[in-house]
């Protein structure tokens, strides 16, 4: 079943599973890596899309390319503010981070 | 016929297509449910390779590329320098909350059944018109005309965040130590 709906069978699949990664998670590293599985999530929608449904197949995969390159900035930022983190508190335990909780 | 040619529809069989699925579903397992954080990295390459496999069966060997280059090669290898801040293998891990880890299961479960539901029963139609061009020569030509000023705006967030980066991390250093 070679066909629009398994692909978009997969794109949710990852997505839900990045979604409960982040949700569940508390080391911020897999936080990080479960925000990775929702973009790749919805990257398989917009190729899919752009392979059986849109008017020119170019677009979808230019998007694709968009989104890998706000994804790269992201991982570059998220790393750096993981690393001030560690720096400030010892451990990259979410639960830590705690300063300005009311 | 292009190099995507080959894996068209009517040639690719159902068989490598389901394990591909499968090698996917599976990495995006492993890079959510183990405690080790190693584990979740390569399970993280697991499922960005078998995403590029899918591109590969949409058609567009270009993109397969540029997942393989810029997630595998480069996002992979970013966070495993990254690991090393993690808590030392050798500790026991804390115990889980089982409370907060039930409710997270049960909103990222209705948020797969409802994503399910719409594209379940939604009926999609392809548009009446489709030109049939994959080629990157295409890609190339609209990124440098219709989509010239995204193309640009992407470059300039990517220069800001590489120098937000090295600030981040920089003067983080400078300030505790």
Known sequence: MNSLSSYLFVAAALFSLGLLGVLQRR??????????????GANINFMAFNRFL????AVGQ????????IAAAEAAIGLSI???LFRQLRSINIERAQELKG | MTLGGIFSVETAAQGPFWMVVGLTLAGAVIAVFPRN?????FGLVLALTGVAGLYLFLNSIFVAMMQLLIYVGAICIAIVFAIMLSRPLHL????????KVAAAAGASFLFFAANLAVVFKTGWQAEAQRSGDWTVATIGHMMLTRY?????????????????AIL???YSRRLTS
């Open chain 1, 27 to 40: 080391n911020l590293i897999g936080m990080l890596i479960s925000i990775e599985l929702m973009l790749n």
């Open chain 1, 54 to 57: 849109a008017p020119e197949p």
């Open chain 1, 62 to 69: 230019i998007v694709t390319l968009f989104v890998m390159g």
């Open chain 1, 82 to 84: 993981i690393l001030a």
């Open chain 2, 37 to 41: 954080i190693v584990y979740n990295v």
């Open chain 2, 92 to 99: 026991e891990a804390p115990k889980r909350n089982m409370a």
């Open chain 2, 148 to 164: 010239n000023l995204v193309f640009e705006v992407i470059s300039l967030v990517l220069l800001v965040a590489i120098i937000g």
């Open chain 2, 168 to 170: 981040t991390a920089g």
